[in-house]
């Protein structure tokens, strides 16, 4: 049989493509891979992004919210220039000056008796955009479903604290 087989020596550009692998993305420096490696954890703020098996995605987040950590190949700026320009476009999601900020954004909804779509109002974007450029309001659905229970709770709790010192009640009604 095996004077019927022509043996074949691997050519060079054979060898380099079994050996080669691919280059490892410079995005996995900012980023960590989820247990099921579908999605790219951002170091910086935490964002879940799809992968789709290739790092499109991470590399945009990282071009859009965290251009500052990219430019680590380029040459070193002037240290006044550097803290001016490396400044985040908006502040991080755990920053105190932003949750101060959601948190008098819900008391003006509640206090107003505002519907939670005027977050997405012109007037009031345009508002929030030049009073405070680098915060970025959160949608409607992270105030009915994030701010409004945790609220909620704070208030009840505040509320029944009041309640405790209270000996009598009297309640009336109108029929």
Known sequence: MENYLKRVEPTEEVESAQKRKRERSVVW???KKSSDKAYGI???CGKHLKTAG?????????????PNRMTADKEPMPKTMATFLNKEPFYGSDSNIKKRLDKKVMDM???DVRPFSCVHDEGFVELMQEAVPRYKL???????DVMLPTEYDLLSLKLRAA?????????TTDL
């Not at 290739?54 to 965290?66: A, E, G, V």
């Not at 959160?138 to 009915?144: E, H, V």
């Open 29 to 31: 420096d900012h980023f």
């Open 42 to 44: 951002c170091n910086y």
């Open 54 to 66: 290739n790092t499109s995605n991470l590399l945009d987040h990282l071009k859009r919210l965290h």
């Open 109 to 111: 909804i509640a206090k």
């Open 138 to 144: 959160p949608s409607r659905t992270y105030f009915r």
């Open 163 to 171: 309640l405790e010192t209270v000996k009598h009640v009297g309640l």
